[in-house]
């Protein structure tokens, strides 16, 4: 098949270069020309594992194609993608100027039926919109799908080369059919392809991620009552996680979620929900307890130092939302740092992906690191921020002689507290028990 995928993002950059790999031809378009130079000469523009040697081996047989020209992009495709972003408007609703100024430009260029996918995650009733845009300049016919991605970022090519659904948002029997080729070669497990309209198809989307977000807020709260309570967050989790009903997974606790989707997308269903003057009174509450759970550790390093980081140096593990990404969009460190340096603190920071987008924005204010080790190196306390693996199982001896305190804050739990015990740590996590509180005046709040 012939496809085009409109945005080269990371939803666009993995479904043209997985739907490539699949045997179709893609020709991916995207208005960046510094970009589409760089994916045309085989150079990746995002850190995503496994992608990049699909997309060497595409670009090598030809199936996978850059331009920045929709028209040319277009050109014989029987199935374009809609890839773009949702960014949130200033009242937090997805912006959806993007999409629909692509959907303007294409209405002109249609030559033959052709189905367009909306892959983007856009509110409910955008799949109608796109179609009355296109509709307004077509004089061919078409139809409009709903195609919500579920993949998650650092496992996207798995995710989507085996998904645990695919759902799709059509009326159309010649739609279905055809979305049905395209996507036989991923579900031969067996996994389904959940035909619905596509009002339903959007919100599912929606759903899915607030339900995951409440998931993981809900056990947040349930860490925060076990520090006050004196339970262990990890032994509650087993023993609720292993009801199927609630299932194992998404239930670790931590300093929040973060990323590209789960904190648009409930912002977003939060406004549509407004927007029809129903009150979704859970999405508020897990926007407001998600954005306090970030900074949760900040009063417990203030507390440890005595009200005053002025001249102190904080060593920071993680930058990125999460492992595997050099995503940094909403990430809990971002949102430490700012404190930390507000507070009067320096920062030293080592991530092993998210370095380089972290100094985009935050040029020299804080200071970036060759590895781990050198991080630490005369700092007064590690604070750790993403569960990359690397930092699970480090080099105690080298922490303890050149950390100046022997102090963690653990934003992730990685580390077992009987082991802090011994080793003499004062070692503060998540849903336990200040481990050592007075090794160094620590109180637990
Ligand atoms: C998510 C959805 O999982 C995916 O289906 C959708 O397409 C896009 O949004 P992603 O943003 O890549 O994917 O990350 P995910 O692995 O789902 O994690 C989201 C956030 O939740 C991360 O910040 C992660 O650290 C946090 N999280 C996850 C927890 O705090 N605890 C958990 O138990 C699981």
Redesign the pocket.
């Known amino acids: 098949m012939r496809i085009a995928v409109v945005g080269t993002g990371y939803v666009g950059l993995v479904t043209g270069t997985c739907f490539a790999e699949t045997g179709n031809h893609v020709t991916c378009v995207d208005i960046d020309e510094r970009k589409v130079n760089k994916l045309r000469s085989g150079k990746i523009t995002i850190y995503e594992p496994g992608l990049d040697v699909l997309f060497e081996r595409n670009i090598k047989q030809k199936r996978l194609e850059f331009t920045t020209d929709l028209a040319e992009g277009i050109k014989g495709a029987e199935i374009i993608f809609l890839a773009l972003p949702t960014p949130p408007g200033e009242d937090g609703s997805a912006d959806l100027k993007y999409i629909l100024k692509v959907a303007d430009d294409l209405g002109p260029l249609l030559d033959k039926y052709t189905i367009i996918v909306d892959k983007s995650?856009v509110p409910v009733g955008t799949a109608e919109k796109v179609r009355d845009r296109i509709a307004a300049n077509a004089t061919v016919e078409f139809d409009v799908v709903s195609n919500p991605?579920?993949?998650?970022?650092?496992v996207?090519v798995e995710?989507f080369m085996k998904p645990d659904r695919v759902v799709i948002g059509t009326e159309s029997a010649k739609a279905r059919k055809k979305m049905e080729q395209l996507y036989a070669p991923l579900v031969r497990q067996g996994n389904p392809v959940i035909f619905m309209d596509e009002r339903s198809a959007e919100l599912t989307?929606y759903a899915?991620?607030s339900f995951?977000?409440t998931?993981?807020t809900f056990?947040?709260e349930i860490a925060n009552l076990c520090e006050l309570l004196g339970a262990d967050v990890d032994a509650v989790r087993r023993g609720v996680g292993t009801d199927s009903r609630i299932g194992k997974?998404?239930?670790?606790?931590?300093i929040?979620?973060?990323?590209?989707?789960?904190p648009k997308?409930v912002q977003a269903l939060a406004r549509s929900s407004d927007d029809v003057n129903y009150d979704f009174k859970i999405l508020d509450a897990v926007m407001d307890v998600n954005q306090q759970q970030k900074t949760k550790l900040i009063p417990q390093v203030k507390e440890y130092f005595d009200g005053d980081l002025a001249g102190k140096t904080i060593a920071i593990w993680g930058l990125s939302?999460?492992p595997y990404?050099d995503d940094i969009r909403e990430a809990?460190a971002l949102y430490n740092i700012e404190e930390l340096l507000a507070a009067g603190a320096k920062v030293k920071a080592y991530d092993p992906e998210g370095m380089e987008n972290v100094r985009e924005i935050m040029g020299d204010r804080i200071s970036m690191c060759e590895n781990m080790y050198d991080c630490i190196d005369g700092c007064d306390a590690l604070m750790i921020m993403?569960?990359w693996p690397v930092f699970r199982t480090p080099e105690f001896d080298q922490l303890s002689e050149k950390l100046s305190n022997k102090v963690i804050f653990d934003g992730r739990n990685l580390y077992e507290p009987e082991q802090m015990k011994e080793l003499g740590y004062t070692y503060v996590s998540i849903g336990r028990q200040t481990v050592n509180p007075k090794v160094k005046k620590a109180v637990h709040a």
């Open positions: 995650t991605e579920f993949l998650r970022e650092g996207a995710d989307k899915a991620n995951l977000a998931k993981i056990m947040n997974r998404f239930l670790f606790a931590g929040g979620y973060g990323g590209s989707c789960f997308d939302f999460k990404t809990p993403t569960e």
